[in-house]
């Protein structure tokens, strides 16, 4: 098993203030000329993380990103994503008062280079913040393409000190089966 450092190259890039993801990524626009991938930190996750970097590769999609079902009185928590009846990304809310599903997105993504651009369009919420779900928006009405990859695994958002408590717990579950298991592979 190779390292990650030896798998990937990481470039950190400081926003100053906080004004939203949509200006985050554009604090790293000066270091980026390819398809990356934007992993928020406030989530740990396990589950199929390289099926959206593998469908972005393959499919040449400018944006691809995991979604996953909330229950419905939590979705409004995150940017939740619209479809049609073919299951398409129509439309992205971010943090919506009345969300139109409890699908929503997990905070992992891969986007080509035209986020950048779809970003620098992007006009302050009334939250006051540069919302990357506009973003993707004015991607998906360009006629760009956006994959939503659904979740297999889980995910936990930290943002809360219960929710870091339950990531806590998790993560000892997970150790402990683990080593369960290499002890019966051994």
Not at 124 to 151: H, K, N, V, W
Request: charged share 30%.
């Amino acid at each position: 098993m190779q390292p990650i450092s030896e798998l990937l190259s990481s470039t950190y890039a400081h926003q100053r203030e906080q004004l939203g993801l949509a200006h985050a990524i554009l604090q790293a626009e000066p270091h980026i000329d390819g398809p990356f991938m934007l992993m928020l930190g406030d989530n740990i996750f396990r589950g199929n993380l390289g099926d959206v970097t593998n469908r972005q590769r393959e499919d040449r999609a400018d944006a691809a990103f995991l979604v996953e079902e909330v229950p419905y009185e939590d979705a409004s928590r995150y940017g939740v994503l619209d479809t049609n009846e073919y299951g398409e990304v129509v439309e992205v809310v971010e943090k919506p008062e009345d969300p139109p599903s409890n699908l929503v997105m997990t905070g992992f993504y891969t986007f080509t280079p035209a986020i950048f651009h779809a970003c620098h369009l992007v006009q302050p919420s009334d939250r006051g913040e540069y919302e990357l779900p506009d973003a993707i928006d004015l991607l998906i009405q360009s006629g760009r393409t956006i994959d939503a990859i659904r979740l297999d695994g889980w995910r936990i958002d930290v943002g809360y000190p219960e929710d870091r408590d339950r990531a806590a717990e998790r993560l000892e579950e997970e150790t402990a089966a683990d080593a369960d298991e290499a002890v019966v592979d051994s």
